[in-house]
């Protein structure tokens, strides 16, 4: 059997959803393999996890009923321009795990339907500005894994429907300002773990529909004042594992509608006055392994909506008379693990709506009376790991029970000791 045969027939079995007992070495992907004239009618072709390098011009030639087409898993380091030309109703292109270098303009102009394209996990350096021009369908684009440093402006521009973008785990430092400006529609964007050290103003503008932004992983040092104004829509924002010493004013700025935020694993060490005021829809903020020492008073003042405040793992000593003002709608605080060692008196004050406090892990051994005023809403306040507990007499429930009353707690809140 002469080896384009078994090429033939062993693709042929492929698209009919038959396992292929054995395979060769197709080195070069071209129409020739395809002569057996039931392919084209296909509507899925499955080659992946063969040992193809190149996939050469019009090699899909009257495959006009394709749907997906799975190429991942290969050794293709080399695609021609006119390699897709014919898939017009090509919906699904997968390409991850390959060779892939760079990315030329008009690769994939060709096929006007396709709605996923994935190229994670290739060594692509470049990409030719306007390479995705004439993609209106394409709502998913994977990045992933490569070996980005720059975006630079044009180069993701003509993909008008475009709902998903992952770029993460490339070595990109360096973001043009309205690099995404052509991405409208954009809900999804992934940066997570590459080498960005300051966002810039301008940098997200254009991403009006922009729902969930990761950045984490990052090098990231500063947020310049209204660097995120671009993505007005923001809900999520994921911010952990970077370099931040501060909070600074105005890192925020416009995005209002934020809900979800989450700074964990930086370097924070103080929070500027008025930093997080114009978040009035956020629900959740975690601070949690940070660097903070002194809970400030009026830091999370503005912060109406906020549900739930993590500030664990930090290195807080002191919490000052205020900290928690404006805090109406919060139920859930954890402060574990820091080095508190007296609750002052009304130091939560203003906390109405709080349902449970977790201080466990830290240094107390004193209390003052009417330490918890004010939190009328109380269930669970949890000491456990503190030295304040040590003592079996604190174990037992009467003592337990006076120490509430003491303490400024509402009947039947409990007190894990």
Not at 50 to 76: C, M, P, R
Not at 147 to 175: C, F, P, Y
Not at 216 to 235: C, H, R, V
Request: aromatic content about 6%; some cysteine; proline content about 3%.
């Amino acid at each position: 059997m002469a080896k384009r045969d078994f090429q033939s027939k062993c693709i042929e079995s492929l698209v009919r959803g038959n396992p292929c007992v054995s395979k060769a070495l197709w080195g070069h992907l071209s129409s020739e393999w395809f002569s057996n004239s039931s392919v084209p009618s296909s509507r899925s072709v499955d080659l992946r996890g063969n040992n193809i390098e190149s996939v050469k011009e019009w090699a899909f030639t009257g495959f006009a009923n394709l749907a997906t087409l799975y190429l991942q898993d290969n050794k293709i380091h080399c695609i021609h321009k006119d390699a897709f030309r014919g898939l017009t109703s090509l919906t699904y292109l997968e390409l991850s795990s390959n060779l892939v270098p760079s990315i030329g303009k008009g690769l994939f102009n060709a096929m006007p339907s396709l709605a996923t394209l994935s190229i994670d996990g290739n060594r692509i350096q470049s990409i030719e500005k306007n390479a995705f021009e004439g993609m209106p369908s394409l709502q998913h684009l994977y990045l992933q894994g490569n070996r980005l440093e720059l975006i630079e402006k044009g180069v993701l521009d003509g993909m008008a429907a475009l709902t998903l973008l992952r770029l993460q785990n490339n070595r990109i430092h360096s973001i043009a300002k309205s690099a995404f400006n052509d991405l409208a529609r954009l809900t999804k964007l992934s940066l997570s773990g590459n080498r960005i050290q300051t966002i810039e103003k301008g940098v997200f503008d254009g991403l009006l529909a922009l729902k969930t932004l990761w950045l984490d992983g990052n090098q990231i040092q500063s947020i310049e004042s209204g660097a995120l104004e671009g993505a007005p829509s923001l809900d999520f924002l994921y911010l952990e594992n970077n370099r931040f010493p501060s909070i600074g004013k105005d890192a925020f700025r416009g995005v209002s509608s934020l809900k979800f935020l989450k700074l964990t694993s930086n370097s924070i060490g103080s929070i500027e006055i008025g930093a997080l005021s114009g978040l009035p829809m956020l629900q959740y903020l975690d601070l949690e392994s940070n660097r903070i020492q002194v809970v400030q008073g009026g830091r999370f003042r503005g912060l109406r909506s906020l549900a739930h405040l993590v500030l664990s793992r930090n290195r807080i000593r002191t919490i000052e008379e205020g900290a928690f003002d404006g805090l109406s709608s919060l139920t859930k605080l954890t402060l574990w693990m820091n080095e508190l060692e007296v609750i002052a008196q009304d130091s939560f004050s203003g906390m109405t709506s709080l349902t449970f406090l977790d201080l466990s892990r830290n240094r107390i051994t004193r209390v003052d009376g009417g330490a918890f005023n004010g939190l009328a809403s109380l269930r669970t306040l949890v000491l456990t790991g503190n030295p304040i507990c040590d003592s079996p007499a604190a174990m037992r429930t009467p003592t337990l029970l006076a120490c509430g009353r003491l303490w400024g707690l509402p009947a039947g809140a409990a007190i894990r000791c």
